[in-house]
């Protein structure tokens, strides 16, 4: 396997990535894209270094009909930090 010859400043050499990913739910009165953007934006505000997400479900909330809240489950991954051993 070969090895990256450029690593981002201040990063300890990996073979190998490793990501964890956090359930999170969002809801919005407007659209599902506006259910991702404000849980990504939620998300963003205490998780650092999100590399991606997924949405696992979509759902709405209606009454005789009319939707009143869409919803969305996402899985959020971002990278492991590392610190060097001491």
Do not use: W
Request: contains cysteine; negative net charge; hydrophobic residues 35%.
């Amino acid at each position: 396997m070969a090895q990256a010859e450029h690593q981002p400043k201040g990063s300890l050499e990996h073979e190998h990535r490793t990501a964890k990913i956090v359930e999170i739910m969002g809801s919005s009165t407007r659209s599902f894209d506006d259910a991702i953007e404000h849980a990504l934006a939620d998300a963003r505000e205490t998780t650092r270094g999100i590399s991606g997400a997924h949405v696992d479900n979509m759902s709405i909330k209606c009454d005789d009909g009319e939707i009143l809240e869409y919803k969305v489950d996402l899985k959020v991954s971002f990278g492991i930090e590392r610190t060097e051993n001491p």
